[in-house]
C-alpha cells in the first residue's frame, strides 16, 4: 500500500489508477443498458464527460474549502506546490454536486433528454466510488481511528495514514458499501421498469438517502484530518441535508408514479 505504485517503471498515483478501471469497467457495463433502453450512445459520452469534469471540479473545490486553513496560499502558484495541491484532496460531496450540476447542464446544453440516462445508469456512481474507496485505501487517505480487532490494517510508511498502527480499514467498509449501494438501485431500477412504473427521481432519490446514511455513520469510525461543524464532521453536516433533500424527492416522485 502506497500513494504511488510502480507498474513497469512508471509510478502511477493509486487512486487515480482505481477511479480510471472504475471508470473504465463502468463504461462496459453501460453498454447492455444502452441497448436495451434504446439510448444514444454518443448522447452518454458527452454526459459523461460533463459529468467527470464537474465531479472532479467540485471534489477539488470543497476540498480546498475545508483544509483552506492548511493550505500555504502563498505557495499556491509555485509550480510544484500546486501540481501537489491539484493532485492530492478531493471531497466526494462536492464531486457528487458538481457532476450532478454538470450532467444536468450538458443536458441543457445540447439538448439531451439526461432523464432516462440518469434514471438507468446512476448505479454507476456508486460503482466507480467503490473503486475510488479502494484507491484511498492503497494510499492510506481517509483512514480509521485505531482498534485492536482482528479487522484492524497497519498500513506502511510510504502511504498518509500514521504507520505501525492498527487502524479501522474505513476506506473499504466504505467501498462494500458503495458496491451494496449500486447493487439495491440496479435491483430497484429494474423492478420499477418491469412494474412499468415512472422510475425518473426514485433510483435518484433512494441513493441520495442511501449514501447520506452510509457516510454519516461512517465518519464516526474515521480518524483522518477532516473538516467540522460543531459536534459534527463537514460531510456528517452535508449528509443531513441530502438524507432530507432525497426523502422530499422521494415522496414526490413516488406521489407522481401512481
Known amino acids: 500500500m502506497s500513494i504511488y505504485l510502480n507498474i513497469l517503471g512508471f509510478h502511477i498515483p493509486s487512486y487515480g489508477l482505481m477511479i480510471t478501471l472504475g471508470v473504465i469497467l463502468a463504461n462496459v457495463f453501460a453498454l447492455y443498458p444502452l441497448k436495451k433502453y434504446k439510448l444514444i450512445f454518443d448522447d452518454f459520452l458527452i454526459l459523461e464527460a460533463y459529468t467527470l469534469l464537474g465531479a472532479f471540479i467540485g471534489a477539488k473545490l470543497l476540498y480546498l474549502i475545508i483544509s483552506y486553513r492548511e493550505i500555504d496560499w502563498s505557495r499556491f502558484l509555485e509550480p510544484r506546490y500546486f501540481n501537489y495541491i491539484m493532485s492530492s484532496g478531493f471531497v466526494f460531496y462536492g464531486g457528487l454536486i458538481g457532476g450532478l450540476l454538470c450532467f444536468l447542464f450538458a443536458g441543457k446544453f445540447h439538448h439531451i433528454n439526461s432523464k432516462p440516462y440518469i434514471t438507468h445508469l446512476i448505479y454507476l456512481i456508486p460503482w466507480i466510488h467503490g473503486f ?4 484511498c485505501f492503497l494510499a492510506g487517505c481517509c483512514y480509521g481511528k485505531e482498534t485492536s480487532a ?52 426514485i433510483v435518484t432519490a433512494v441513493y441520495l438517502m442511501l449514501y447520506a446514511v452510509g457516510r454519516f455513520l461512517i465518519e464516526f469510525l474515521r480518524n483522518d484530518p477532516r473538516g467540522a461543524v460543531g459536534v459534527l464532521s463537514t460531510s456528517q453536516f452535508i449528509a443531513i441535508f441530502m438524507f432530507a433533500a432525497g426523502a422530499v424527492m422521494l415522496s414526490r416522485f413516488v406521489k407522481n408514479s401512481n
Do not use: E, M, N
Request: glycine content about 10%.
Open 132 to 135: 475510488g474507496r479502494i484507491g
Open 150 to 201: 482482528w479487522y484492524g490494517v497497519t498500513f506502511p510508511a510510504d502511504c498518509l495514514a500514521p504507520a505501525g498502527v492498527s487502524l479501522i480499514p474505513t476506506q473499504l467498509f466504505s467501498a462494500a458499501g458503495d458496491f451494496i449501494f449500486a447493487i439495491i438501485l440496479y435491483i430497484l431500477q429494474r423492478t420499477l421498469y418491469k412494474k412499468k412504473k415512472k422510475t425518473s427521481g
